[in-house]
């Protein structure tokens, strides 16, 4: 089969995201291995050609894109709740080289994987409001443009990540994102241009490990727009969010999750390493690559 032609438009819709999904669960069963599209395609089934562009149409990002973030996913998931070396964990998820597996992950996640490691484990176990109520109190400089995106289902007790994606960019990370105290009104600084939002609502009694490292699902809720930023700034109505769907990214296509949680490592004011990274003195809320 190469397409749905001949089918209802929901008919074809609904056959495309299950195509999607089954080729994501084949993704999650086989991490170690080296899949390439091809192997992908015949899930579906679907030809290489068709299923490429039917998978960016579901998910927003290509099956290798996607494919490295579930890999990605799973290694911070082992970093956290294992002691095994990183090598071990690299082989793990589908890496025979482990400089090139920690070369994804540095730039993915934004540090490296001991570092990723040590961070994490402190943090784990600190609230999302605790962390929100730190965020709130801290001061930032918001310059123009600035995009506005309503979350009307946040609590001040919630964090907000938002992640914009350059539309028709093939970057691995995110052109811009933001973390947020929750409230109905969160806003992102970025270049004027035409972006794919997407937004993670980690829940107020929640922590934050259980969001970006365990993916719990009722630790958080997803949500996804189009937004157009013009030079003088925009605002964008009501951004829906729910439980996430067996086709949504994971958390990592939000922003870089190693950066994320280092700012809040830095907010609770926990203690680093001298052979780590320094911590920012001044918890950052946006960054823009």
């Not at 599209?37 to 990002?61: E, G, I, K, Q, W």
């Not at 907000?160 to 995110?174: M, Q, T």
């Not at 990592?252 to 999750?257: D, N, S, Y």
Request: glycine share 6%; with cysteine.
């Amino acid at each position: 089969m190469n397409s749905t032609s001949g089918v209802s438009p929901y008919l074809a819709d609904q056959a495309r995201k299950a195509a999607a999904a089954q080729a994501i669960d084949y993704m999650r069963r086989h991490l170690a291995e080296p899949l390439q599209l091809a192997d992908l395609a015949r899930v579906a089934p679907f030809s290489p050609f068709y299923f490429h562009r039917l998978f960016r149409d579901v998910t927003t990002m290509t099956p290798a894109r996607f494919l490295a973030a579930l890999r990605m996913a799973e290694a911070r998931r082992l970093l956290l709740h294992t002691d095994r070396t990183v090598t071990a964990i690299s082989r793990c998820v589908g890496y025979t080289s482990t400089a090139t597996f920690t070369t994804q992950f540095s730039r993915l996640a934004g540090t490296t994987p001991g570092y990723f490691r040590q961070v994490a484990r402190l943090l784990d176990g600190h609230c999302c409001h605790i962390l929100a109520d730190r965020l709130h109190r801290t001061t930032a400089v918001v310059t123009r443009p600035r995009l506005t995106l309503l979350v009307p289902d946040s609590g001040p007790g919630d964090l907000v990540l938002v992640g914009l994606r350059g539309k028709g960019r093939s970057a691995e990370v995110p052109t811009a994102w933001t973390v947020a105290a929750g409230g109905s009104a969160i806003p992102v600084v970025a270049r004027p241009s035409s972006y794919h939002a997407q937004i993670v609502l980690a829940r107020a009694h929640r922590t934050l490990i259980s969001t970006l490292v365990d993916e719990d699902p009722a630790s958080y809720l997803v949500g996804a727009a189009e937004v157009e930023l013009t030079q003088r700034g925009a605002t964008v109505g009501r951004i829906l969010i729910g439980p996430r769907r067996p086709t949504d990214p994971p958390v990592l296509a939000i922003g870089p999750v190693g950066r994320i949680i280092e700012t809040f490592a830095c907010l609770s004011g926990l203690p680093q390493w001298p052979d780590s990274p320094p911590l920012p003195t001044t918890p950052t809320r946006m960054a823009s690559a």
